[in-house]
């Protein structure tokens, strides 16, 4: 999906995510001591905002003009500051060691893009920062609920360990995530990983 595409389903007058994190976002990051943070792909800025009520210094970017207007809304609406940029994270470079954390949290691109938005993130870390990798399994289709249905789209672990060769990988793998559906709960599964400079 382009930025248009993303731009009509955000246009809404529904969040189109949960309000609150995402549950891996929290197993992974609540124990940390904050820093400064990128959320890349950020959409309605559900984890943005949930890092800056933890006293992270937070810039959150996404291609979706209309995503970033809803999270700058968000944002406010909870009392606390975001930095909002609406960019590309296939094409746009973040400044070198600038982050102590560079999160991506579904951002669902085909696999050249993905390394490419994953190359900066990483790019981007400070000494010690870490990036935290969360997305749909491409295991997802067979054995899980929900999320894209195109193959291209979802990564596996290895494809996610290509992008972060040379980090210090402190955790990779499928992890189940439990789901409402019509036929009861589900699990879906995602892809969690997260690598330290
Ligand atoms: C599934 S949503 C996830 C949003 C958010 N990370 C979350 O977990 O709530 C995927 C987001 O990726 C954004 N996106 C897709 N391709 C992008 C790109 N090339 N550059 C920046 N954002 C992109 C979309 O606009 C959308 O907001």
Excluded: K
């Excluded at 990036?131 to 295991?139: P, R, S, Y």
């Amino acid at each position: 999906m382009d930025a248009t595409q993303w731009d009509a389903r955000y246009s809404g007058s529904d969040l189109v995510w949960s309000a609150g994190p995402n549950r891996f976002v929290v197993e992974v990051i609540d124990r940390w001591a904050p820093g400064r943070a990128v959320d890349i792909a950020c959409g309605e800025g559900r984890n943005a905002i949930w890092l800056a009520q933890r006293g992270w210094q937070v810039t959150a970017s996404d291609f979706s003009q209309v995503a970033i207007d809803r999270g700058a809304q968000l944002a406010s609406a909870a009392g606390v500051n975001v930095n909002w940029v609406c960019a590309d994270a296939t094409t746009t470079p973040i400044e070198p060691g600038s982050v102590d954390l560079a999160l991506v949290c579904y951002l669902q691109l085909p696999e050249a893009d993905l390394a490419a938005a994953l190359g900066h993130a990483r790019a981007a870390l400070a000494p010690g920062g870490a990036i935290v990798v969360i997305a749909h399994a491409l295991e997802n289709l067979e054995h899980g609920v929900g999320g894209p249905q195109d193959p291209g789209v979802l990564p596996t672990v290895e494809q996610v360990l290509d992008s972060l060769d040379g980090l210090t990988i402190e955790r990779a793998g499928n992890s189940s995530r439990p789901v409402e559906t019509p036929d009861g709960v589900r699990d879906a599964i995602d892809l969690v990983a997260v690598a330290r400079a």
